[in-house]
């Protein structure tokens, strides 16, 4: 069974991109199945940094085939530019290694505009979105009104369809006292991408298919993370998608059966953007230590948007349930060298509520807000492992981190980062 599926374990930035990337040396298929430009996926070769929000981080690699499948929602001028962007950098991208799926959905300009609209009238209960026009867009998907990508390889119809969907967002966006987007400089705009694009376009679910039958390996690359999910997440503090295995599929279009490996990557603390519940969350010194002062690629900033990630201790209640919903075979766990020099280190192997201990998260954003954590104390270690490339390489309190983690959630820890750079890799 030649699928792997890499999904986040948290809430999102787990640093799923370098492990795809491993695992696209041996695949020679990359599909991405949710979400958009929202992600963010940072590989490190050398001193090269390729950033990536919508392409999948497999075209870097000269044999692999990259598909964008029909679970993302795509602004179709932002791939234009990150096409162009990564052949700037040297990444050959033709239609014969990116293929993009005619049943994907495509953001338009208002459903940028909507999302910062229904921000701004969320007010305090604002989600904290990356304004990138994700949840109008799937939105309209399930509204049944949605724009497909497969709709650009006829310009005449899809130049109607674009017009039209622009002015109905405008009269909804001028009844709720909004700015409205513009009408004939975004035509124009979408219908170049689209001339750049239509190569491009495929079923991309048929070519899966085929491929698989002929025995093609291929790893699926979710973006976002499992605690971000649209029914597993801490609603409504969530993206409009399903980042979890589930998602992989009907985002694919590729039956159970393929599936052989669901690994899990989590980073080896916890961080999340945007508002809603983190129970482990560190408002303090630790939490500041945790991020990192900015000026490193790697530290806690978002990659899409550059706001400072809240972190905290390692949640294994949360990563316990991301194990639960998605059946993960293994687990990656990155960034362990950021917690090097830690005397201590704390994980939440519970939570207490109302007086009752959990083993999973409640299911309400408002009770996951008032769970208080109990903390398990583990000492720390004071080496730097960034040349570690064996367990044998690793401090002993390391690997007893190591180790409390997976029995916590009760999956095998198989790899851990210990630096940004793709090499900076221990397999266990
Ligand atoms: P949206 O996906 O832009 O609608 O944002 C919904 C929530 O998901 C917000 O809390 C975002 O910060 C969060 N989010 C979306 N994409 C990512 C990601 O790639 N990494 C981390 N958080 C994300």
């Not at 044999?63 to 700037?88: F, Q, S, T, Y």
């Not at 490193?296 to 948007?305: A, Q, V």
Request: with cysteine.
């Amino acid at each position: 069974m030649p699928v792997t599926i890499l999904i986040g374990a948290q809430w999102g930035d787990e640093g799923k991109g370098r492990f795809v990337d491993w695992f696209a040396k041996s695949a020679d298929i990359v599909a991405r199945y949710s979400g958009g430009d929202n992600a963010g996926h940072t590989v490190a070769v050398g001193d090269t940094v390729y950033k990536m929000h919508l392409v999948p981080s497999g075209v870097l690699h000269a044999n692999v085939v990259a598909v964008m499948g029909n679970g993302m929602v795509i602004n179709a001028l932002n791939l234009v530019k990150e096409i162009d962007h990564l052949r700037g950098m040297g990444v050959t991208i033709t239609p014969d290694n990116l293929l993009v799926s005619s049943r994907a959905h495509l953001i338009t300009p208002a459903h940028i505009a909507q999302d910062k609209a229904r921000e701004q009238q969320r007010g305090a209960g604002a989600i904290g979105t990356t304004l990138r026009g994700i949840g109008p867009a799937y939105f309209d998907k399930t509204a049944r009104k949605g724009l497909r990508v497969g709709e650009m390889l006829n310009l005449t119809t899809f130049e109607d369809a674009l017009r039209r969907a622009l002015a109905e967002a405008n009269e909804q966006l001028a009844r709720d006292g909004f700015e409205q987007v513009e009408i004939e400089e975004n035509v124009a705009r979408y219908l170049e991408a689209a001339q750049q694009l239509q190569p491009f376009i495929r079923d991309t679910s048929i070519y899966l298919h085929e491929r698989l039958q002929a025995g093609a390996r291929v790893v699926s690359e979710g973006a976002q993370g499992t605690l971000l999910d649209i029914d597993h997440g801490s609603y409504p503090f969530v993206t409009s998608s399903s980042p979890t295995v589930g998602g992989s599929l009907t985002g694919l279009g590729i039956g159970v059966t393929h599936i052989e490996r669901v690994l899990g990557v989590a980073k080896a603390f916890s961080t999340r953007v945007g508002g809603g519940p983190m129970p482990t969350e560190q408002n303090n010194a630790i939490g500041d230590r945790l991020r990192g002062s900015g000026e490193n690629f790697w530290d806690e900033f978002g990659t899409t948007t550059g706001r400072p990630r809240r972190c905290g201790w390692l949640d294994a209640v949360m990563l316990r349930y991301a194990a639960a919903i998605n059946g993960f075979t293994e687990l990656a766990l990155t960034k362990l060298d950021v917690l090097s020099g830690f005397e201590e280190l704390k994980i939440a192997v519970a939570y207490e509520l109302d007086g009752v201990r959990m083993a999973y998260p409640p299911s309400t954003a408002e009770a996951q807000a008032r769970a208080v954590p109990i903390y398990e104390t583990l000492a720390g270690w004071t080496e730097n492992i960034s040349n570690a490339r064996q367990a044998s390489e690793l401090p002993e309190n390391a690997l007893k981190y190591i180790g409390r983690v997976a029995e916590l959630c009760g999956v095998p820890i198989r790899m851990v980062s210990v630096g940004p750079e793709r090499s900076q890799l221990v397999t266990l």
